[in-house]
């Protein structure tokens, strides 16, 4: 069955411009949760969505946001890009809630701010 | 609050060594479970194993074998025989089960490097 799916997998943007991701989990699958991945902080949860429902967020400024759609396909924005927000965004889905069930990865949106 | 330390940011190894990557974690909660997932070089983490709380045995998938030591809060992870495919960034994880819906937590990861 085809895995998880992210797009774009590359985009470049400049400070101040905003971004929106796009997951599409697995077949099935009601959970999607997203991670920040970076050399210094190492992979950091954003947010978690299950049946169109936020779950959980992380500790992240209100900047980042999310939403899930009726068929589990999740998006994330980021407004008013910072240099540090470069890194790869990671999604996962799951059969189950993300605290208990096996995570299916995408390969990511790798995002540089210049 | 929950914590995993990987402690060894980068290990490299000669193909055919037997290498132990070691994970040392952090709860307060009586129930929860370890994971360890693989970041090959494309990017996408894949799941290799989960183990909750109450089951301390020790687990062993081909070349893979893991350890879950409760006293010492260690779920440390072997490969024997390592292969050049076995290269990537390693991770392990922890989420609690009963303090809300909480989300995975990540260890910073080990990058295995196998040299042919």
């Known amino acids: 069955k085809a895995g998880v799916t992210q797009t774009p997998r590359y985009l470049i943007k400049t400070r101040g411009q905003q971004v929106t991701l796009s997951c599409s989990p697995i077949s099935g699958h009601r959970s999607v949760s997203w991670y920040q991945q970076t050399p210094g902080q190492g992979l950091q949860f954003l947010f978690e969505y299950f049946s169109e429902t936020q779950r959980n967020k992380g500790n992240f400024p209100g900047r980042f946001s999310g939403r899930q759609f009726s068929n589990s396909r999740s998006e994330m924005n980021v407004s008013t890009l910072e240099l540090g927000d470069s890194a790869l965004y990671l999604c996962?889905?799951?059969?189950?809630?993300?605290?208990?069930?096996?995570?299916?990865f995408g390969e990511g949106s790798r995002l540089t701010v210049l | 609050a929950q914590k995993v330390t990987q402690a060894q940011t980068e290990i490299s190894v000669v193909e055919k060594e037997d290498v132990t990557l070691d994970c040392v974690y952090e709860?307060?909660?009586?129930?929860?479970?370890l994971f360890w997932y693989k970041q090959p070089p494309s990017g996408e983490l894949v799941f290799l194993i989960r183990r909750n709380s109450f089951d301390e045995q020790n687990e062993i998938s081909g070349r893979y074998s893991w350890n879950f030591q409760k006293s010492t809060s260690s779920f440390n992870f072997t490969i024997t025989a390592s292969q050049v495919v076995d290269s990537a960034v390693y991770f392990c994880a922890l989420s609690e089960a009963y303090s809300g819906n909480t989300p995975l937590v990540f260890g910073k990861g080990t990058r295995l490097s196998v040299i042919a």
């Open positions: 996962a889905s799951s059969l189950v809630g993300s605290n208990t069930g096996e995570l299916f």
């Open positions: 709860t307060r909660d009586t129930t929860y479970y």
